[in-house]
């Protein structure tokens, strides 16, 4: 098991020995290449994944088959279908590999087997709570340079690891917005 996500569950809460030995069995490596789906529209999300290396962003298609960009994830970040996870109902959203990636994958069966053997992994929902966490900014009404800033001030690595144009769908303001905003931000 990787540091990381060590790390990650020991914010979540504490394991005993026994316990990280017992979600090492229920994790599944998996490595994904550039452009595989994790997630197809339509299916049920039924796992949540903890992104070793590489990035994944989670979208829909509109009705020009433009990509609208619902979140971007890079390592030491989960992500899931929070709303299909939840509900079990079918995804609106494909999730894909944006680059070759590797992940730990833990199944929702596996989740409640691990309950089962330990209140402890109750504890694990806070990884539910991590992967909303891109709902604040868009529940509240920030101006683009605001939306900027939260991304630099929280995720900056998602500058450094998606294109322009993806950024800009995130934030739900056009490239063009997004190229004058960096430029504000540049300025010295």
Partial sequence: MNNSLLKFLNN????????????????????????????????????????????????????NLDKNIIDLNVADDWVINHKSFTSRKPSQFFIQAFENSSVYEISIDAIHKLIAKSQSFLQMGKILEEATSRVDLFDNDYTPDEKYQYILKNKPELIQRFPQKLIASYLKITPETLSRVRKRFLKP
């Fill in 12 to 63: 979540t809460g504490a394991y005993s020995e026994k316990e990280v030995a017992l979600l090492k069995e229920e994790l599944q490596f998996r490595t994904l290449k550039k452009d595989e789906i994790l997630l197809k529209k339509g299916d049920v999300c039924s796992s949540f994944c903890f992104i070793i290396t590489g990035s994944f962003y989670q979208y829909n298609i509109d009705a």
